[in-house]
C-alpha cells in the first residue's frame, strides 16, 4: 500500500468514528445533530488527549476549544442592557424600554454549560434573554457563577442565592419596575439544577419575604446518587451529553480528584449511612410505567464512606434538589419542567415531575418526545424554536 492509500484509510475510519451515529427515526434534521455530535466528539477527545498531555485540567480545555462566543451588553431598540453585580455576584439586567403603566414581570435566568462553562453574556443566553423581553414584556435578570474546575460545590449554589436575594427585595424590584408577585425564576440543564436548589433554599429564608411566583426546570439535573436510571441505561452513548461526560462533570462539581467520578461511573459511590436517601430516587416508584418498560430496578451497591467524607456535598440537597423530602417540596412554587427524550438526565426531571405531584404541588411537564439534551440551545435547528415557543407561551400564561 502506498502512504496515499494509508492516509485515506486513517481518513476513512476516523471520518466513520466521528460521523458514525445511528438516531432515532423521529429526530428531526438528523445531518445536522450528526454533525453537531461529530464536533463535540472531536473537541472531547482532543481535550482528553491533551489533558493526558499533562497540557491543561480537561474541562479548561474544553472550554478552549468549544470557542462559546461571548456578547457585550449592548442595547438595542427595545431593550437597555447592562451588566451589573447584584450583591458582588456579577449579573447582566436586561429592562424593556417601552414605557408601561404598570409593574412588570420579573424572570431570573440561570444559564446551563455543565457548571464548568457558559455565561450570561453568550450569544445563546443574551439572545434568549432578549427575546424574553420582547415576548413576555419581563424584567429579565441572567446571572453569572463561578464555574468548576476552579471552584467548587456549594460556591455556584452560593453565587446565585445571593444574586437573588438581592434581585427579590423591595428596593431593588422597584428600582427596575418589577411586580413583586411576579417573579420566576428559570434554568436550563446545570442552571436548572441550581433553579430548584435555590427555589427550595428560599422557602424557609426568613430574611426574605418575597417569594417565587413560578420556577421553570429545562432539562435540569437534579440528582447523582443512582447514574443507572433507564434514561442513563438508554441515553448512555447519545449526542451531546454521554453517561462518561456526565459523570465527570458531576464530580467536577464536587472535586478535581477523579476517584469519585470513578465510583459515579460503576454506582458504587453512595455509602451505607445513606441508603434511607434512595427512597427519593427510586426510579421504580417515581417513573410512570413508559419510561420503567424493560428496565428492572436493582437497588445501587452501597460504597465505602471515605468518597462521602471528603466530598460530602454529593448528598447535599442544594446539590441534589430531589433530596428534598415531601414537606419541603410541598410549599413550592408553580412549577414547569421540560425533559427530552433522549437525554440521561430525562429521569431527574420525570422523578421531580412526580415527587412535586406527590406533594401537591401544580407542575406542567412538557415532554419532548424527540427531543435531545439541550434543545433550546441549538440556534439554527427546528426544535430550538419549538422548546422555545412552548416555554414562552407557559411563561405568559402563568408568570
Ligand atoms: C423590537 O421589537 C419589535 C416589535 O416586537 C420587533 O419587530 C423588532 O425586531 C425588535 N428589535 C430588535 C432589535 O429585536
Ligand atoms: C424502590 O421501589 C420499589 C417498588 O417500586 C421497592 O420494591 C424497592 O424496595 C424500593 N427501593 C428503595 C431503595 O427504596
Known amino acids: 500500500?502506498?502512504?496515499?492509500?494509508?492516509?485515506?484509510?486513517?481518513?476513512?475510519?476516523?471520518?466513520?468514528?466521528?460521523?458514525?451515529?445511528?438516531?432515532?427515526d423521529n429526530v428531526e434534521?438528523?445531518?445536522?445533530?450528526?454533525?453537531?455530535?461529530?464536533?463535540?466528539?472531536?473537541?472531547?477527545?482532543?481535550?482528553?488527549?491533551?489533558?493526558?498531555?499533562?497540557?491543561?485540567?480537561?474541562?479548561?480545555?474544553?472550554?478552549?476549544?468549544?470557542?462559546?462566543?461571548?456578547?457585550?451588553?449592548?442595547?438595542?431598540?427595545?431593550v437597555t442592557v447592562m451588566d451589573t453585580t447584584f450583591n458582588n455576584v456579577p449579573v447582566r439586567v436586561y429592562v424593556p424600554k417601552r414605557k408601561s403603566e404598570t409593574l412588570r414581570r420579573g424572570l431570573f435566568y440561570i444559564h446551563g454549560g455543565g457548571g464548568f462553562s457558559g455565561s450570561a453574556a453568550l450569544l445563546t443566553y443574551d439572545f434568549l434573554s432578549r427575546r424574553t423581553v420582547d415576548r413576555l414584556d419581563a424584567v429579565v435578570i441572567s446571572t453569572n457563577y463561578r464555574l468548576a474546575p476552579k471552584y467548587h460545590f456549594p460556591d455556584q449554589f452560593e453565587d446565585v442565592y445571593n444574586a437573588l436575594r438581592w434581585f427579590l427585595r423591595q428596593?431593588?424590584?422597584?428600582?427596575?419596575?418589577?411586580?413583586?408577585?411576579?417573579?420566576?425564576?428559570?434554568?436550563?440543564?446545570?442552571?436548572?439544577?441550581?433553579?430548584?436548589?435555590?427555589?427550595?433554599?428560599?422557602?424557609?429564608?426568613?430574611?426574605?419575604?418575597?417569594?417565587?411566583?413560578?420556577?421553570?426546570?429545562?432539562?435540569?439535573?437534579?440528582?447523582?446518587?443512582?447514574?443507572?436510571?433507564?434514561?442513563?441505561?438508554?441515553?448512555?452513548?447519545?449526542?451531546?451529553?454521554?453517561?462518561?461526560?456526565?459523570?465527570?462533570?458531576?464530580?467536577?462539581?464536587?472535586?478535581?480528584?477523579?476517584?469519585?467520578?470513578?465510583?459515579?461511573?460503576?454506582?458504587?459511590?453512595?455509602?451505607?449511612?445513606s441508603s434511607h436517601l434512595f427512597k427519593y430516587v427510586n426510579w421504580s416508584s417515581l417513573l410512570p410505567e413508559k419510561f420503567k418498560r424493560g428496565y428492572f430496578y436493582n437497588s445501587p451497591t452501597l460504597g465505602s464512606s471515605e468518597l462521602a467524607k471528603k466530598y460530602p456535598g454529593f448528598l447535599d440537597v442544594r446539590a441534589a434538589p430531589l433530596l428534598a423530602d415531601d414537606d419541603k417540596l410541598r410549599s413550592l412554587p408553580l412549577t414547569y419542567v421540560i425533559t427530552c427524550q433522549y437525554d440521561v438526565l430525562r429521569d431527574d426531571g420525570i422523578m421531580y415531575v412526580t415527587r412535586l405531584r406527590n406533594a401537591g404541588v401544580r407542575v406542567t411537564h412538557n415532554h419532548i418526545e424527540d427531543g435531545l439534551h439541550g434543545a433550546l440551545s441549538y440556534h439554527g435547528f427546528k426544535i430550538a424554536y419549538r422548546t422555545e415557543n412552548q416555554y414562552m407561551n407557559w411563561l405568559r400564561e402563568n408568570l
Request: a negative charge.
Open 29 to 78: 434534521e438528523p445531518w445536522k445533530l450528526v454533525l453537531m455530535n461529530a464536533h463535540v466528539k472531536i473537541i472531547t477527545n482532543l481535550a482528553l488527549f491533551a489533558e493526558l498531555l499533562g497540557i491543561d485540567h480537561f474541562l479548561n480545555i474544553l472550554t478552549l476549544f468549544m470557542g462559546l462566543q461571548e456578547v457585550p451588553p449592548t442595547s438595542d431598540e427595545n
Open 171 to 273: 428596593d431593588v424590584l422597584d428600582k427596575y419596575g418589577v411586580d413583586p408577585e411576579r417573579v420566576g425564576i428559570s434554568g436550563d440543564s446545570a442552571g436548572g439544577n441550581l433553579a430548584a436548589a435555590v427555589t427550595q433554599q428560599l422557602i424557609d429564608d426568613p430574611d426574605v419575604k418575597i417569594k417565587l411566583k413560578t420556577q421553570s426546570l429545562i432539562y435540569p439535573a437534579l440528582q447523582t446518587l443512582d447514574m443507572d436510571l433507564p434514561s442513563y441505561q438508554e441515553n448512555s452513548h447519545f449526542p451531546v451529553l454521554s453517561k462518561s461526560l456526565i459523570a465527570r462533570l458531576w464530580s467536577e462539581m464536587f472535586t478535581t480528584d477523579r476517584s469519585l467520578e470513578e465510583a459515579m461511573l460503576v454506582n458504587q459511590h453512595v455509602p451505607v449511612e
Open 1 to 24: 500500500m502506498g502512504r496515499k492509500t494509508i492516509l485515506l484509510l486513517i481518513v476513512g475510519v476516523l471520518g466513520a468514528y466521528y460521523v458514525y451515529t445511528p438516531l432515532p
